[in-house]
T-cell receptor, first 111, second 114 residues
Framework: DQQVKQNSPSLSVQEGRISILNCDYTNSMFDYFLWYKKYPAEGPTFLISISSIKDKNEDGRFTVFLNKSAKHLSLHIVPSQPGDSAVYFCAASAGGQNFVFGPGTRLSVLP | NAGVTQTPKFRILKIGQSMTLQCAQDMNHNYMYWYRQDPGMGLKLIYYSVGAGITDKGEVPNGYNVSRSTTEDFPLRLELAAPSQTSVYFC?????????????FGSGTRLTVV
């Protein structure tokens, strides 16, 4: 039973437009959330985090939104660039250092 | 600054063979992790360690063993390789602020068991 779901296996977006990647979770005890980006043949790299006391966190072109009541978070990338093409993983933790990962969404940014 | 180093990058094993996947970090991180990633799936935690001499099971520990004799090294041992262990293995580390800064991952070991 997947506790962290990313229901869109892939997403294509035009360069310069907004990319929205979604993540849903089932465990109401999760209170820390991370997004990672992964290029082929490399390990995941950390992008941005959010805790349950916030509903939004921004870092440059990346913004994460958290809706606790819906158990849903999303990553917005504005504007999207071809270098953003990668697999994006959502991960969640119930306060500890161990995170549960979603299956990932492959983003393709088209020039 | 090398970060997290995994060796080997690729390996093909025959059923029943054993091997050790090496992981080393140079950031003086206390927390270290082993994950596996199967096609179309998220990363699943195999084992983790909160410091030298301390290890614990994750979600999918069967068929694996670990040790943590130093802060820097966290090897993963496969004793009797099975086709179900064909996967990409990632080692990661954290200084204890993973909830804010996430983990630092190695580049992975792609293992095929035939």
């Amino acid at each position: 039973d997947q506790q962290v779901k990313q229901n869109s296996p892939s997403l294509s977006v035009q360069e310069g437009r907004i990319s929205i990647l979604n993540c849903d979770y089932t465990n109401s005890m999760f209170d820390y959330f991370l997004w990672y980006k992964k290029y082929p043949a490399e390990g995941p790299t950390f992008l941005i985090s959010i805790s349950s006391i916030k509903d939004k966190n921004e870092d440059g072109r990346f913004t994460v939104f958290l809706n606790k009541s819906a158990k849903h978070l999303s990553l917005h990338i504005v504007p999207s660039q071809p270098g953003d093409s990668a697999v994006y993983f959502c991960a969640a933790s119930a306060g500890g250092q161990n995170f549960v990962f979603g299956p990932g969404t492959r983003l393709s940014v088209l020039p | 600054n090398a970060g997290v180093t995994q060796t080997p990058k690729f390996r093909i094993l025959k059923i029943g063979q054993s091997m050790t996947l090496q992981c080393a970090q140079d950031m003086n991180h206390n927390y270290m992790y082993w994950y596996r990633q199967d096609p179309g799936m998220g990363l699943k935690l195999i084992y983790y360690s909160v410091g030298a001499g301390i290890t614990d099971k994750g979600e999918v520990p069967n068929g694996y063993n670990v040790s943590r004799s130093t802060t820097e090294d966290f090897p993963l041992r496969l004793e009797l390789a099975a086709p179900s262990q064909t996967s990409v293995y990632f080692c990661a580390s954290s200084g204890g602020a993973a909830t804010v800064n996430g983990y630092t991952f190695g580049s992975g070991t792609r293992l095929t068991v035939v």
